[in-house]
C-alpha cells in the first residue's frame, strides 16, 4: 500500500524563492472563513441534518466528474450505479460500485478530482494510504463507519469546514421549504439560495410548459399576459430575496440577449406560451429577459450571474437512459462582443447593478471578457468555470484576463459544486493557485509583497463578500 | 509611504541559472536605441517644443489604458477631467483629476500600466516612493515642477530617452505642417509620418464624405471617378514619402480582402462617393481597396501594416458623451486564412512588398498568422498589440508564433502608443521579456547562448529597421 | 566553427529540482522501441533498401517543415530544388542546395525543425560543429559519404533507431507491392500499412473521377451503385488489413458529419459519380463517409484516424508551379461539437471502436476535445499535430487536454513524417516533454512520482500500441 499525503507546498511554484513567497501569501489566507456565493449543494442537508447514506452514495453516484472519465473509458454507468430514467436494472450495492471506482483510480491523474478526492480522504475522514483495488474496501469501511458518526453530518462538516455561508441554488418553483426548515430550526450556519428562472425562462428547458402553469401557481400571478408574467418573477424574486437571496444565476447555451420592443415580446411571448416558439425564437425569448432580469436586479439588487456556452445533454443515448446531467454537457464557441451588446447598451454604464459573467470558452478571456470587464462598470468575471475549475484552468484565467481587466474587475472563487466534502478543497485549490500566481508576480518584480498580501486576501474573500453582497 | 523601486531584474523569469542569462542577454542590448516604427505621438510636440501642462493632462487624460480602468470601477470619466463632446461639465483642476488617479491606483495591479507608470515615476521623475493617495500630491508637485523645466520639454525628453527614430501616424488630409516645421527647425531629431487613410478609405468612418471632399482638395485630384480616387492617394502617398513615411496603416474592421474587377468596383466606388454604401458594401470597399493599397506599397515601397479586429466604440452612452477612443474598443474573433487569401493570391509571392498583420485576437497566431508568415515571403508578423502588449502577451506571441514563423518573419516591438514618457518602458518590457523568453529556450538547451545574443538583437534593434526601412 | 552539442538535460524544465525528476523519468522510458502508428515513410525504401541519393535529397528536398521557412524569407523553391510540374528550370547541384540551406539555417532558431536536424546532424552523422555557411561544405562531405555505406541504409537505420513497428499511409488505389515485398523479403522489420481513402472519397480531390474508375478496378467491385462502393471499400480495408493495417485516416476541411437515410446517399452518390456534386454536397457526401468508415471499423476493428481543418494549398502561385504538399497549408477554426454529432450519435457510445481525433486548431483542445473524449467511449485524443508536434505545443496540449480527459484518453505519440532520419528526435523531443510535462505535476505535488513513471512509459509506448492495436 503506498502513502497518500498532501503536500503542505502542493500547487505552488517548484523554484525555490517564488515558493517561500507563496508559502507566506497562503500562510496570510489559508484560514480564512469559506464564502460560497454559488453553487448547488442540497439544502435539505442543511434543514434535516440526516446522515449521508454510504460511500458511494456520497462521492460517486452524484458526481458527473467522476462517473463520466470511467465511462469515457468503458465503465457502462449501470456498474457505478447510476439510476436509469425507466427504472433499468443498475448496480444496488455501494460497495461494488466502490471497488470498481477504486479500481479505475489511476485514470483520474492529473486532474483536479483527484486533487479534491485525496483531500476528502486525507483530510476528512484521515486516510493515509492511496485508493487503490487493494485498499478499496479499507476505504469503504473508513468512510461508511465515519458517515454514521455524528462528526460526519453536514451540519458538523459545515462548520468544521469554516463555512460563513453558502449559496444553494433553486427553480423559481421550488417552495423554498428547506431554507425556511434551516432558518426555523435555530442553528447558526448561513444558508442562502438563488434565484435560477431557466426552468420558466427557457421555452426548449424540459416541460417548460408544465413548468409555467406551476410558475403562474406559486406566484400568484395570472401568466397569461406579458406583463403578468415578469409580475410573477417579480414576485418570486422578492420570496427568493426574504430567504436570503442575493443573486440570480442563468444558464443559457450563448450569450445572446435582445432588447425588444414591447409590441414585439408581447407577441413573442403568446408564441411561447402556446408552445408554439422556434429555436430561434426562443433564443430571442431567452435574449429579452436576461434584459428584463437585469432591469429587476438594478430595482431589487440581485446580482446577476450569466454562465453560457453549453451543449448541454450531448449524447441523446446517456441522456434517454439515465437523464440530464450524466457528464454529457460539451462547451461550445461563446461570443460575448455582440451577444451581451443589448443587455450593455442598456444597462452597461450602471453604477449599482452587478453582472457576472463566466465562460467555458477560455478564448475569450483575453479577446473579449477582460476587454468588456475593464471598461464597463456593470460588468464582473466569474472566476474559472466547470471544466476550468482547476489549476491549469485558473493560471490561465489569470494570466489572460489581469492584464487587461486587473484583479478587482474580478470576484473571487466560486465552488460552483454539489459535491459538499470537496468544498474545502476546492477553495484551497484556488487560494493555491492565486498565491502562486500573485508570488510569480512578486518573484518577478511585477509586484511587491504587501501589495500581494492585499491581493489575496481579496481573491480568498472579501471580492465575494463584496460582489455578491454576502 | 512604501518605497518605489524599479528592480535591475524585473520581467525576468524567477529561475536562478535561467535569470542569469536572461541578465547576460539584456545587459547587450538594453542600451541600444529606440527604434518607434509606429505610434501615435502628435508630431507638434516636437515642432514647438512646448512644455507639457501638467501632470493629469500629461499622464491621465489622453491615456484610456488608465481611465477606462477607473471607468469600470465606477469612476465617471468627468471626475478625470475627459472632455465632453457638448462642452459639458467635466473636473477642471488637475490636481482634483490626480488625487482621483492615486487613490485608485491599486486597480493597476498587475497590469503593464502599473509598470510603465511606476517607470516613468522612478526613472522619468526620480520618484521614491509608492504612488497612493497619501503620496498624491507630492507627486503632483514633482511632477508638475519638472514640466515647468527645459529638461522635460519634448525634444529633451526624446534625445533623453535615446530616440534613433520615431514614426507618428496621419490621415492623408493631414497637410503634415508639423513635420514639415521639425525639419525646417534644424533639430537632429528624427520623426517620420505614416500614411493611414481610414478616413478616406473607410465609408463608415464618421464625416467620410466630408473627408472625400477635402481629400480632393488636398491630393488636387478630381476624385469623381475611382481612377481619379487612386491617383488622389498615389499622390498623397508620394506627399507623406517626402515627409519620411515608410510605411501605411490600416485599422479595419476585420481583415478581408476582395480582388474586384474593374467595372465592378467603379460601380461600388460611385455607390460610396454618393454616401449609398451598405455595410457589406462598405466592408467590400475597404477589402478591396487593401489590395489597392498592396499593389501601390509594391510600386512606391511603403511597408503595409494591416491592424484588424475590433469592434470600435461599443458603448454608445460613451460615444455620445465623449466621442472615440475612451476605452470603450473591444477585440473581436478574427479571420485571416479566407479574409487575406484574395491579397495573397495577388500580392503574397512578392518578395519586394512587406505586409505586417497584427492582431487582438491572439487564437490566431499558432493557428493561422505563423503558417502564413511562415510562408509567404511577403507577410511578417506585428508583435503584441494593444490589450496584449503586455508580459504575458509578449510571452504567448513568442510561445505560439515561434516554432512555426521563427524569429525573423517577426519586426521587433512597435510602442504604438500615444503616451510618450512610457515609450522607454515600453520597449524596457519588451526587450526584457525578449531576454526572458531566449533565456529560458538557451536554459533548457533549445538555443546556444551565443545564437540568443543574435537575436536579442535583432528583436531589440534591427529588425524593426530592416522591415520599417528606416 | 561553432560547437555542436546536444545537451542531455535538453527540454527539461531549467528549475533544480523538477529538472532532477524529468531526469529520472526520461532515464526510465529513453530507450523503449519506438512505435510509430502514424506516419508517411515510404515502403519503397525498407522493401528495396537502396541507398539515399545525396544530403539534399534526403533533408531539404522533401521536408516542407524546411523549404516552406526558407521561401517565407525570399528564398525561390528552384534554388532549393523543389522540382516544378512543368519540369521548369530547378537547382540540379546538390551541394548547391545544400549550401543555400546551411547559409539560412539561422531563420530555423527556436523551431522544432532546428532540434530534429540537429539531433539528426549530431546523432546520425556524428558531425561535432554547428551548420553554417562556413561548415556547410564539411557537412555535405560527411553526410554524403556516409549515406554510400550500408550503415546507412533504410533497414539499418530502422534497426539503429529500435523502430519496433512503423505504419505508412497508403491510398486504396496503392497496390501494396511495397509492403509484399517487405513480408516476403525475409526482412524483420515490421512496417504496417493505413488506409487512407481520401483520393476515392472526396469528390474535391485532385483527379478524383479518375481514381474512382482506378477503384473499381483494384477493388475488382462495381462502383455503379452506392452499395457496390461502399463493398469496394470494404474489399479494400480487407486487403489493407492483410498488408498488416490497423488503422485508417481522414484529412478532410472540417471534422463535418452527416447520417444520411439511404435513398439520399443513394441519389448524392449519384451526383458525386456524375462528377456534379456542389462544393456543399461534396461536403456533405465525405460526412456520410466518415460515418459509413466508422460503421465499418465497428466491424473490422480498424481504428479510425480524423485529422480534419486546413486549407490546403493556399498559394495557387506554388500550387500550380511546384504543386501540393509545399508548405502553403493553413490551418482554420475547426469546430468539434456539432460536426461529430451525427457521427457520436451513431458510435460514440461503442466501446469496441477507437476514433482517434487530431486538430491544428488548439482552441479545441480544452473547449471541446477533452470534454468530448472524456465522456464518449468511442473517443480518444491524438497527440498534438503538425505545426503542434513542437516542444510549446506538446505543452499546450498536455495543460489544456489534461485536466479534463486524463492521460489515458490519449494515445501517445504520432511522429506523421516522411522524414525518416529525424524520426528518433521526434519521439525523443515528445518523450522529454511529457517527463518534463510529469515531473512538473510531481514538483507541485499533484502527483507522486511513482504514478509519474507509469504515466511515463503509457505516453511513451504502451498507450500507442493498444490505442493502434499495434
Redesign the interface.
Known amino acids: 500500500m ?1 502513502r497518500l499525503y ?2 503542505p ?10 515558493r517561500d513567497i507563496a508559502r507566506r501569501l497562503y500562510n496570510g489566507i489559508k484560514d480564512l472563513p469559506i464564502v460560497s456565493p454559488h453553487g448547488h449543494t442540497d439544502p435539505a442537508w442543511f434543514a434535516y441534518n440526516q446522515p449521508f447514506a454510504n460511500p458511494s452514495e456520497l462521492l460517486i453516484v452524484p458526481d458527473h466528474y467522476v462517473f ?2 470511467l ?4 465503465v457502462p454507468l449501470e456498474a457505478l450505479g447510476i439510476p436509469t430514467i425507466d427504472g433499468g436494472e443498475t448496480e444496488q450495492d455501494p460497495r461494488k460500485i466502490w471497488r470498481c471506482f477504486a479500481g479505475h483510480y ?7 478530482s ?2 479534491w478526492l485525496d483531500w476528502v480522504f486525507a483530510e476528512v475522514f484521515g486516510l493515509k494510504v ?1 485508493l487503490s483495488s487493494e485498499t478499496a474496501d479499507l476505504y469503504y469501511d473508513t468512510i461508511d463507519a465515519a458517515l454514521a458518526t455524528d462528526a460526519f453530518r453536514p451540519r458538523a462538516l459545515f462548520e468544521r469546514f469554516g463555512i460563513e455561508v453558502i449559496a444553494t441554488t433553486e427553480s423559481p418553483l421550488d417552495p423554498l421549504d428547506h431554507h425556511r426548515a434551516i432558518r426555523e430550526s435555530g442553528w447558526s450556519g448561513r444558508v442562502v439560495t438563488a434565484y435560477r428562472p431557466d426552468p420558466v425562462m427557457d421555452p426548449e428547458h424540459a416541460g417548460f410548459l408544465d413548468n409555467l402553469h406551476r410558475f403562474c401557481e406559486v406566484a400568484r400571478e395570472d401568466i397569461s399576459t406579458f406583463a403578468g408574467y415578469l409580475r410573477a418573477h417579480e414576485n418570486r424574486r422578492a420570496y427568493f430575496r426574504e430567504a436570503g437571496a442575493t443573486s440570480t444565476d442563468h444558464g443559457h447555451p450563448s450569450a445572446f440577449t435582445a432588447d425588444l420592443p414591447r409590441a414585439e415580446i408581447e407577441a413573442l411571448y403568446a408564441s411561447v406560451l402556446g408552445g408554439l416558439a422556434s429555436p430561434s425564437e426562443a433564443e430571442l425569448f431567452r435574449g429579452h429577459m436576461l434584459i428584463e432580469m437585469a432591469r429587476m436586479s438594478l430595482e431589487d439588487g440581485m446580482v446577476m450571474q450569466i454562465h453560457p456556452g453549453v ?1 448541454r445533454s ?5 441522456l434517454a437512459r439515465f437523464g440530464r446531467d450524466k ?7 461563446t ?1 460575448y ?2 451577444a451581451l ?1 443589448p443587455l ?2 442598456r444597462f ?2 450602471e ?1 449599482d447593478l452587478t453582472i457576472i459573467l463566466f465562460t ?4 475569450s478571456y ?3 471578457l ?8 456593470a ?1 464582473r468575471l466569474g472566476p474559472p468555470w466547470w ?2 475549475d ?4 485558473m493560471r490561465r484565467f489569470r ?2 484576463a ?8 474580478t470576484v473571487g472563487f466560486n465552488d460552483d459544486t454539489r459535491a459538499f466534502l470537496s468544498i474545502p478543497a476546492r477553495h484551497d485549490v484556488a487560494r493555491r493557485m492565486d498565491c502562486g500566481f500573485l508570488a ?2 512578486v ?6 509583497e ?2 500581494a498580501h ?2 489575496a486576501h481579496a481573491l480568498s474573500y472579501s471580492l465575494a463578500k463584496q460582489a455578491y453582497k454576502l
Chains 1, 2, 3 share one sequence.
Open positions: 503506498t498532501l503536500h507546498d502542493r500547487l505552488f511554484p517548484a523554484d525555490t524563492g517564488t463520466r472519465m465511462y469515457s473509458q468503458g489511476h485514470l483520474f491523474r492529473g486532474t483536479p483527484r486533487l492511496r451543449h450531448h449524447n441523446p443515448s446517456v457528464g454529457a454537457d460539451i462547451p461550445i464557441l461570443g462582443v455582440e451588446k450593455l447598451d452597461g454604464n453604477r467555458l470558452d477560455e478564448t483575453s479577446r473579449e477582460a476587454p468588456l470587464a475593464g471598461h464597463y462598470p460588468l471544466f476550468h482547476s489549476p491549469e484552468g494570466e489572460q489581469t492584464e487587461t481587466a486587473g484583479f478587482y474587475n510569480k508576480l518573484a518577478e518584480h511585477r509586484l511587491e504587501d501589495e492585499e491581493v
